[in-house]
């Protein structure tokens, strides 16, 4: 597709599952975020992909999430024993390049709430 | 550590009035700034950036803004507000000593015709 694909879209989940969410960046991107938007706040940085590899995973609040992007293209974020306070809409973005000057591109992003 | 401040929750303009939408940064070092527009049920959508240069930048949709190094500011602004332009923005600021892009709170931009 043109952009960034995002699924799924809604996702109701119970307190103690698990839960992933996945991320399509536009094709060639080699940059990848994953932010997280709770109700009435920006965007919350998780963490940065360049490739293959986390080069900055310092926005990961705990143990219980974490993301991989093995081939350098799809990203799956992965939160364990999921909580109510997860409950968020879970955004991704991706930029071409390795320079920080260009934009980042938005996916719709994925609902999450946790019951 | 960097961070990013937009002080007014919601910014309310008639139609055709000039706007303006503020933000803040702080950063160690020398910063790039981004606005960004969320349009309801939509993805955020790139509006402008200050990299280097010209403090004055210009955007999409007949945004601009403006760089001002002593003020530690990066204010949006629009000369003659449309209704279309009511959506929620926000200011993304990063030190070029990191990697990962901080936004601000939003602002909510309200146009009455």
């Known amino acids: 597709g043109a952009g960034v694909s995002q699924t799924p879209s809604n996702k109701v989940t119970e307190k103690g599952k698990y839960v992933e969410l996945r991320c399509d960046p536009i094709?060639?991107?080699?940059?990848l975020y994953w932010y997280r938007q709770s109700l009435g706040q920006g965007p919350e940085f998780l963490i940065y992909f360049q490739g293959t590899g986390a080069a900055d995973d310092s926005g990961l609040p705990n143990d219980r999430f974490f993301a991989v992007r093995p081939e350098g293209s799809v990203s799956t974020l992965k939160i364990q024993r999921t909580e109510r306070g997860d409950s968020a809409v879970y955004l991704c973005?991706?930029?071409?390049?390795?320079?920080?000057?260009?934009?980042?591109?938005f996916g719709e992003g994925s609902r999450l709430t946790v019951l | 550590a960097q961070s990013v401040a937009q002080p007014e929750d919601q910014v309310n303009v008639a139609e055709g009035n000039p706007l303006t939408v503020k933000c803040t940064y702080s950063?160690?070092?020398?910063?790039?700034l981004f606005w960004y527009v969320q349009y309801p049920n939509r993805g955020l959508q790139f509006l402008l950036k200050y990299i280097t240069g010209d403090n004055l930048v210009k955007g999409s949709y007949g945004f601009e803004a403006e760089f001002n190094k002593s003020q530690t500011s990066f204010h949006l602004k629009k000369p003659s507000a449309l209704v279309s332009d009511s959506a929620l923005y926000f200011c993304?600021?990063?030190?070029?000593?990191?990697?990962?892009?901080?936004f601000g709170s939003g602002t909510r931009l309200s146009i009455r015709p």
């Open positions: 993304a600021v990063r030190d070029r000593s990191a990697s990962k892009i901080i």
């Open positions: 973005a991706s930029r071409s390049g390795t320079s920080f000057t260009g934009e980042l591109f």
């Open positions: 950063v160690s070092g020398n910063p790039y």
């Open positions: 094709s060639g991107h080699t940059a």
